[in-house]
């Protein structure tokens, strides 16, 4: 079992930056793809980014070039830079993980149904 707790949301104006934090308890991350989902009201959930167990990051491309996913095996810790933030960002953000029992797959999962554990969701506020 996997408990994830996300840290970082908060409010900031357009144009600003965040990171976020998900920290992992109960097992170690490096044989976990992780990968952060948002959900803004009324809209479905949605992946923003994605880390294999190797290190491999992938983003849709609505974000790609302002966030930046990394990892932290050591600290059992992923993160999401968010850069050059647009009120269209605004959502409740997620951290996944999905036990691979490889720490070399390079596989980048992005589907919300590949992941088995979540954390409880972190908010991210921008104004424009």
């Known amino acids: 079992q996997v408990q994830l707790v996300e840290s970082g949301g908060g409010s900031v104006q357009a144009g600003g930056s965040l990171r976020l934090s998900c920290a992992a308890s109960g097992r170690t991350l490096s044989r976990y793809g992780m990968g952060w989902f948002r959900q803004a009201p009324g809209k479905e959930r949605e992946f923003v980014a994605g880390i294999s167990s190797s290190g491999t990051t992938y983003s849709p491309d609505s974000v790609k070039g302002r966030f930046t996913m990394s990892r932290d095996n050591a600290k059992s810790t992923v993160f999401l830079q968010m850069n050059s933030l647009k009120a269209e960002d605004t959502a409740v953000y997620y951290c996944?993980?999905?036990?691979?029992?490889?720490?070399?797959?390079?596989?980048?999962?992005?589907?919300?149904?590949?992941?088995?554990?979540w954390g409880q969701g972190t908010q991210v506020t921008v104004s424009s």
């Open positions: 996944a993980a999905k036990n691979v029992y490889s720490s070399n797959s390079y596989y980048v999962r992005t589907q919300s149904a590949e992941y088995d554990y």
